[in-house]
């Protein structure tokens, strides 16, 4: 992610550095962590907000903007989903364990391994963290709102797949 901003400028890639360029996601891409730490790590890191709120006349259905909806968001240390956005979190990572393929690579060898190598040209020490590292390859778990070849194909050219593609095969190398 960081060589993104190094291709935009020196300059932002300073300040990606820096910490001072604020991380935007959209609620799909916010979803792509969750899904990530449940298929690579077994962990549910996320809530599930209520459907309903209490009030002094019985409950009403869950709005964000109801200071009881407030105040319990306030309490929780996870991000919250609702029941739909984690059946759906859920769902993924039961798919990807039934695909005989996707299963088999994500068995038997580490998962959110971080990986070190020297660039051949200029002795640089490289670091990467590979989502699942297996004994002979990298797998890399991306979720995508279009799954078809072609929607797919615009995500990675969008999200620039192919530079991590190539950085984990230069540590790797």
């Given at each position: 992610?960081?060589?993104?901003?190094?291709?935009?400028?020196?300059?932002?890639?300073?300040?990606?550095?820096?910490?001072?360029?604020?991380?935007?996601?959209?609620?799909?891409?916010?979803?792509?962590?969750?899904?990530?730490?449940?298929?690579?790590?077994?962990?549910?890191?996320y809530v599930v907000h209520p459907s309903e709120y209490p009030t002094d006349k019985g409950s009403k259905p869950w709005i964000w903007a109801a200071n009881y909806c407030k105040d319990w968001r306030a309490e929780q240390v996870l991000p919250c989903v609702s029941k739909d956005e984690a059946v759906a979190i859920e769902s993924a990572a039961q798919y990807i364990f039934r695909h005989?393929?996707?299963?088999?690579?994500?068995?038997?060898?580490?998962?959110?391994?971080?990986?070190?190598?020297?660039?051949?040209?200029?002795?640089?020490?490289?670091?990467?963290r590979a989502d699942y590292l297996g004994d002979r390859y990298i797998a890399d778990l991306k979720t995508a709102a279009d799954a078809t070849t072609n929607g797919f194909s615009k995500s990675a050219a969008k999200y620039d797949y192919e530079y991590q593609a190539g950085m984990y095969c230069t540590i790797a190398d």
């Open positions: 992610s960081a060589l993104k901003w190094f291709r935009r400028s020196p300059a932002h890639y300073k300040a990606y550095l820096a910490g001072t360029i604020p991380s935007v996601s959209s609620p799909a891409q916010a979803k792509g962590p969750l899904i990530h730490s449940l298929i690579l790590e077994g962990r549910k890191d005989p393929l996707a299963a088999s690579l994500l068995a038997g060898g580490t998962p959110e391994a971080s990986i070190y190598g020297t660039h051949a040209a200029t002795g640089l020490r490289l670091k990467g």
